[in-house]
């Protein structure tokens, strides 16, 4: 029974952290070098990421800068950044690509938090299928007389309470994320 709740409780992490990674790329009113992950780079014929190519740092709250580790590359940059779907206009300056972010109006700031939302639900339905894997595992166990009927019902309750646990965690993440977003 152990084992099981340690994998459970091992899967919900990675769920949580794969939320936060989601929700870290969503952008706010604020530079922040994360919206930049997910962005490729045609680089030499290969698709790169960009974070792999250039240091991307943010000096102030409104700009962020690009400098890649091979100069020649400065146009494959810039031109991956203005096609994405950010909505930025970078600005070349020879060896590094300058992004002023432009301040959110109130409707694209709705429609982010309703993306992100949408990202934290997902979230929750991960957390509960896993329950149901940890629950079916418990039962499944209990048919094998490994566990007696009292410790397969102990067992789900601790699944039930890691659930719970999870599931704040998510909704306190979005909370964040959601008062980030609405911030002006």
Known sequence: MNTVLKETRERMAKTLEAFELNIGVVRTGRANPAVLNRIQVDYYGATTPLNQLATISS???????????????IGAVEKAIRESDLGFNPNNQGDTVFITVPPLNDERRRTLVKHTKGMAEEARVAVRNIR???????????????????????GEQDVQKLTDEFIAAVDARLRAKEDDIMAV
């Open 132 to 154: 149901r894997d940890a629950n079916e595992e418990l039962r499944e166990l209990h048919k094998e007389s490994l566990l007696s009927e009292d410790e397969a019902r102990s």
């Open 59 to 73: 000096p102030d709250p409104r700009t962020l800068v690009v400098s890649p580790y091979d100069k020649s590359a």
